[in-house]
């Protein structure tokens, strides 16, 4: 390799087309002929449509055609329950779409959309998640294959024979995904083939998708997402849009605009599942676990199964010789979940990480010390060691780095005027895997290069990193290599999800690097003049033969938060991440991953809710006004930090990602921290002032 | 949305006059609240009369000490202006403590007193709200009313209003200056908003039609020593779960004059003539603020998930009136 362009700290290639307009988000290619979409969401939560009344609608100008059971295409039977829309007079949840209405303008589109006039017979329903709830049931298996239930040792009689257990239940609420970009798609039928300019984080999935949706061979779909304002994983497959928009344009036989409304965001896009959450935890007195059980409930919808793997976190974290978790479901008359940064790891670790918190504070001890001799160097779920587990360098350099040493452990110990002040920590960890995927490179005659693969860079700047790893891999100067991403003609790859990005993509453009200079190699007149010469490449036989050992990436957060004695504000003086991620191909956008992972944490702990009412069945405060999510005068100091990790059992270009690490535990730290400023410890989220006001009476 | 005509209007009369005629017509200043509410069906006028050119946009110096602001001077401009932030600086930070930079930057003095209510089912037409809809019922009455009113509702609605700017001015004694069909004439801010009773459709005493065209500030000296504190559910860009404005003047320690109103806790800027009875005439105290504040909030009646806001509401009086009496505002 050459001097390397892994590890520089590059500005985004497309940082200015993207700062000054130019960059192109799915709704907004020139189209000739084009129209627009507007969704009709259901206005019951449960029941069958009786009758749809178009005529209002059509007769508006402009309108050119409601579409919806009675009339859409037909989609392919067996598909995806959530996608198989305008297909049956069923509704399963309310702001399921029913309707799409088409029309030669927007806001046609939208006063057209207020005009259907539908009918329902509706029925009763429950849209509640309680951990006492009737329908409660153990699914087969839990997100994306995990075992449901695991058990080692005998929980019970060694949680009962410890001298010191903690016993709480911790509760989560329904979270929702607001990307800048909300859920879009330009959909456009010719000659039979379909192309969608799609907001995604998989072009390759999503044509996929469609192909099977709409019987079509898979090279009749074509997947542009060039650019994408944000996914956080509510884009991880093909959503409602980009099926609504497809069915529109074959309906109007031009091509349709559909852009989900920041309200439609709230539910039909998926959601991160309110849980319960109880964790039980023993030790010895010096502070060594010798039970943990974690019992994790959560909802999915009638449609599918859903099951959130919130308490696999625990099974890998840390040591114990009684071991249990589980996994119940409730299936509710509401959307199904989905995916929202680091699914189950999130959720799971507020629990375990804030019980960590209760047991230092328990057994007397502090709570980097107790997660430092909790550590395990075997996986206490697979029982292998970790390719490598830097927990504890984390911790350490976290301490140092926050000025942990010589902490007073007493609670509502700190005072600064009308402000407590209190510090927290949790540990933080997420899997490192990788995806197969394939990738082409390409040498021009001019001694340039151009590497082609369909990954998507959803803002994190997964081109850029593409790019430097495809310089070092060609052993070349960034400068002479050309990427392109986004766009499922080029060679197939997988989504930006699950941190699995970066690994997956890299392994692929590696490879398709190394084969091209292996052809040149074996071409002693180069590339000729006229001409190029290409390689393209495939990891499925080499990651599918990687061997299944435990990699993980760790953190370590630290908070200090602030509570005004009176009122209860809560606000974050200062936030601390060390990462342990392997390399980190690029320092400027690896920081905004994870100050942007502790950010939406901080969003978390504070800040984000859901509010149900289950009289209507849906979300009350479904939009930016009422649904509150950080602001940047909540973070007033934020710090990510990394240490040099090199693992040589992850991938060729020995990165772990770091998409999601950034947000697991962060919500823990900061109800640790609230808990040390005030002596109260908040076990529902968000923590807001009103669960806090009245500290004053205890000062 | 709903098509609607759009019309500048030359200047008020005729643009009194424009609404007169037309019984969907609606104002448009600076739209950071109407626009959202047409996207979203909740206010459908089939004509936007557009006032922000018309000549509203001054601020003047009374002879008497007072001041004349236009009712389409922006809040920013407003916020910033050198007499407001040196005699009435709980009107300053009202205005800085509402909304965001953009919104402030366009949102005017007559908008802002007459923007609608934040309550979700107001702003959902999927859910009733006899304030949307006369006689579809209020569906916050018993849903999710945490951010909703403690004082004053009534079985119809309970809603707060939603205004920063409105509470200061209720603690000023703000006059607002109207132009109707019938010609001129001077509302009371404290008798501007209504409280929700059997009509909250009807959130002002303003005849349809009328147009705010400034609002007055009587000379009050004791205004210099004022402040406005706001508490919401994140750092900045969020409305108030209780806010307060007071005016304090102390005669050595005793309590000479005081104006006193609350934000958040009802259908209307809530002026707290009740707490600044307990207030006026005795030997200011921490503990006697908390029992002024209590005196206001007797005849509270908490929602379901509201009661939050009467202990918030006493702890951000006392801290209001206590930086005030030692002139330390936050």
């Known amino acids: 390799m050459s001097a390397g362009a892994v590890g520089r700290a590059y500005p985004r290639l497309e940082g200015r087309e993207k700062v000054t307009g130019a960059a192109r988000y799915a709704v907004e290619y020139p189209v000739d002929d084009v129209s627009y979409g507007w969704a009709v969401p259901a206005a019951v939560v449960r029941g069958r449509i009786t009758r749809v009344d178009a005529a209002p609608a059509l007769a508006l100008p402009g309108v050119l055609a409601v579409v919806h059971h009675g009339n859409a295409a037909r989609l392919a039977p067996g598909s995806d329950r959530e996608l198989w829309l305008l297909q049956e007079p069923v509704v399963h949840y309310r702001g399921q779409f029913v309707a799409v209405v088409v029309a030669t303008s927007l806001e046609a589109a939208r006063e057209g959309a207020r005009l259907v006039g539908i009918d329902y017979d509706a029925g009763p329903h429950s849209t509640v998640l309680t951990s006492d709830h009737p329908g409660l049931y153990r699914p087969d298996h839990v997100n994306p294959s995990y075992p449901t239930d695991t058990a080692e040792g005998d929980f019970d009689a060694g949680y009962a024979a410890a001298p010191v257990r903690m016993d709480a239940t911790y509760r989560t609420p329904a979270y929702h995904n607001n990307p800048m970009e909300p859920h879009a798609t330009t959909a456009q039928w010719r000659d039979g083939r379909l192309l969608v300019h799609d907001s995604n984080q998989g072009a390759s999935s999503v044509q996929a998708t469609l192909a099977d949706l709409f019987e079509l061979p898979s090279e009749s779909v074509r997947v542009i997402a060039e650019h994408v304002g944000g996914g956080f994983g509510s884009k991880g497959y093909a959503k409602a849009a980009v099926v609504l928009a497809a069915l529109a344009a074959r309906q109007v036989d031009r091509p349709v605009r559909l852009a989900l409304t920041r309200q439609q965001l709230f539910g039909p896009i998926g959601y991160r599942t309110p849980t319960i959450q109880r964790v039980r935890l023993a030790a010895d007195t010096d502070g060594r676990l010798t039970a943990i059980c974690h019992d994790a409930i959560s909802q999915t919808s009638t449609l599918h199964e859903f099951a959130e793997q919130t308490a696999v976190y625990t099974r890998s974290m840390y040591a114990a010789p009684h071991r249990r978790t589980t996994h119940r479901l409730v299936r509710l008359d509401v959307p199904t979940p989905f995916w929202m940064r680091a699914p189950g790891e999130c959720p799971g670790a507020y629990a375990l990480e804030s019980a960590m918190d209760e047991l230092a504070t328990a057994v007397g001890m502090d709570p980097v010390e107790l997660r430092v001799r909790n550590d395990a160097e075997v996986d206490p779920d697979q029982g292998q060691p970790f390719t490598s587990r830097n927990l504890v360098a984390c911790l350490r350099e976290g301490a140092r780095r926050f000025g942990w040493a010589d902490r007073d452990p007493t609670p509502r110990a700190r005072r600064d005027g009308r402000w407590l002040i209190g510090t927290g920590v949790a540990g933080s960890s997420y899997p490192a895997r990788a995806r197969p995927s394939s990738a082409a490179a390409t040498a021009r005659a001019d001694g340039g290069f151009l590497v082609r693969i369909n990954a998507t860079d959803i803002g994190t700047g997964a081109r850029t990193a593409m790019w430097q790893v495809a310089a070092d891999a060609l052993g070349v100067p960034p400068e002479r290599v050309e990427i392109r991403i986004g766009d499922s003609d080029l060679p197939v790859a997988p989504v930006a999800g699950g941190s699995m990005g970066t690994s997956s993509w890299s392994w692929a453009v590696v490879r398709a690097c190394e084969a091209l200079r292996e052809k040149l190699r074996n071409a002693p007149d180069g590339v000729p003049a006229d001409g190029e010469v290409t390689a393209e490449v495939s990891t499925e036989e080499e990651v599918g033969g990687q061997p299944m050992l435990p990699r993980y990436a760790y953190g370590a957060q630290f908070v200090e938060v602030r509570v005004d004695v009176d009122t209860g504000e809560v606000r974050v003086n200062r936030m601390l991440g060390v990462f342990a991620a392997g390399r980190v191909v690029n320092p400027t956008t690896a920081r905004s991953q994870l100050i942007g992972g502790m950010t939406m944490g901080i969003s978390m702990a504070l800040h984000e809710e859901g509010v149900l009412d289950e009289r209507y069945g849906d979300w009350v405060n479904h939009d930016l006004a009422t649904y509150h999510i950080t602001g940047c005068a909540d973070v007033e100091r934020i710090e990510a930090h990394w240490i040099d990790e090199q693992d040589a059992e992850l991938n060729p270009a020995g990165v772990k990602g770091i998409g999601e690490i950034g947000i697991v535990g962060a919500a823990a730290a900061i109800a640790n921290a609230v808990h040390h400023a005030t002596g109260v410890r908040i076990r529902e989220l968000p923590i807001r002032l009103d669960k806090l006001l009245g500290l004053s009476a205890l000062a | ?330």
């Open chain 2, 1 to 330: 949305m709903r098509p609607f005509r759009y019309h500048r209007p030359a200047d008020v009369a005729e643009a009194v006059a424009v609404l007169a005629a037309e019984p969907q017509a609606a104002y448009l200043a600076g739209g950071t609240n109407l626009v959202d509410l047409m996207k979203l069906g909740v206010q459908r006028p089939d004509l936007l009369v557009d006032v922000t050119r018309l000549p509203l946009d001054a601020v003047a110096e009374l002879p008497d000490g007072g001041l004349r602001i236009g009712a389409t001077v922006p809040n920013s401009d407003l916020a910033a202006h050198p007499v407001v932030r040196r005699d009435y600086p709980v009107l300053a930070r009202a205005l800085l403590a509402a909304a965001s930079g953009q919104l402030r930057n366009v949102a005017t003095t007559g908008g802002n007193l007459l923007q609608r209510t934040r309550c979700v089912y107001f702003q959902d037409t999927g859910k009733a709200c006899n304030k949307r809809e006369p006689g579809s019922g209020c569906a916050a009455r018993h849903g999710q009313n945490r951010d909703l009113a403690v004082l004053d509702w009534s079985e119809q609605c309970v809603a707060t209003h939603p205004s920063d700017l409105a509470v200061a001015l209720a603690a000023l004694d703000a006059v607002v200056e109207v132009h109707e069909a019938g010609g001129a004439r001077d509302v009371p801010l404290a008798a501007l908003h209504r409280s929700p009773g059997e009509h909250p459709e009807r959130e002002t005493t303003l005849a349809r039609g009328a147009l705010i065209t400034a609002v007055r500030l009587p000379a009050l000296p004791a205004a210099r020593r004022s402040t406005y504190l706001k508490v919401r559910d994140r750092a900045s860009f969020a409305f108030a779960v209780g806010s307060v404005a007071a005016v304090l003047d102390l005669d050595g320690d005793v309590v000479r004059d005081v104006r006193l109103a609350y934000g958040a806790v009802a259908h209307r800027p809530w002026r707290a003539y009740r707490a600044e009875d307990e207030l006026r005439g005795r030997p200011f105290s921490p503990e006697l603020a908390a029992r002024a504040a209590d005196a206001e909030l007797a005849e509270a009646r908490p929602l379901r998930h509201n009661g939050f806001k009467l202990p918030l509401t006493r702890a951000i009086t006392v801290r209001a009136l206590t930086e005030l009496a030692e002139g330390t505002p936050s």
